[in-house]
């Protein structure tokens, strides 16, 4: 598609249970950035990938939380033992340079009860 | 009909002038964000806003949630003020953004 796509729009999980979050971002973009929406709270950065160099990571809340590119393209965020607090709307972001803007994904909503 | 038009699209201004960029949004909303990006640089969450208005130094992010409608303000603009800004409304569910706005400040 033309868009970044996530995947999947929405996800209801149990308290303990391990999560993966995907993100398609456009052929060829490669900065990536995860972000996530939590209720009442403004977006708060997660994790940014830049080609082939190493991730920052200064974003994830706690060690439960990772994230891999693989090939420079796919992006999976996983949450491991999930809590009630990691209930948000998951946002992902790709831009070609970081000059000309960024295509954001219309986001997954996570639930967890 | 994007469910968020931004407008203009782009906006040169001289240093010092007073800027407004608009946000109209067409779906119910629990948040909207406006966002900043610097040429070669991250995104910058600016403000999240619900209701009324907001300031951060020479910022101000105003929404009329009866009309649908966001404007962000800049106040004494500067040359680092240029940026892409982007507005994004967001349902609770999911984002729905703006094409965004590219400001360029001359000295």
């Known amino acids: ?112 009860v | 009909k994007n469910e968020v038009e931004q407008s203009p699209q782009n906006l040169t201004a001289q240093e010092g002038e007073f800027i407004t960029i608009n946000c109209s949004y067409s779906v119910g909303i629990s948040a909207l964000h406006w966002l900043q990006q610097h040429p070669g640089g991250g995104i910058v969450s600016l403000f999240m806003l619900s209701s009324g208005k907001k300031k951060h130094g020479r910022l101000i992010a105003t929404i009329n949630i009866q009309e649908k409608h966001s404007s962000l303000h800049i106040t004494a603009s500067h040359p680092r003020d240029s940026a892409v800004y982007i507005c994004a409304a967001f349902t609770g569910n999911q984002f729905y953004f703006g094409t965004g706005t590219s400001l360029t400040v001359i000295p």
Not at chain 1, 59 to 69: I, K, M, Q, T, V
């Open chain 1, 1 to 112: 598609g033309a868009g970044v796509s996530q995947s999947p729009s929405n996800k209801v999980t149990e308290k303990g249970k391990d999560v993966e979050l995907r993100c398609d971002p456009i052929s060829g973009h490669t900065a990536l950035y995860w972000y996530r929406q939590s209720l009442g709270q403004g977006l708060e950065f997660l994790i940014y990938f830049q080609g082939n160099s190493a991730p920052d990571k200064s974003g994830l809340p706690s060690d439960r939380f990772s994230a891999e590119r693989t090939g420079g393209s796919v992006s999976t965020l996983t949450i491991q033992r999930t809590q009630q607090e990691d209930s948000a709307v998951y946002l992902c972001a790709s831009s070609q340079d970081r000059v000309y803007g960024y295509t954001f994904g219309s986001g997954t909503r996570l639930t967890v």
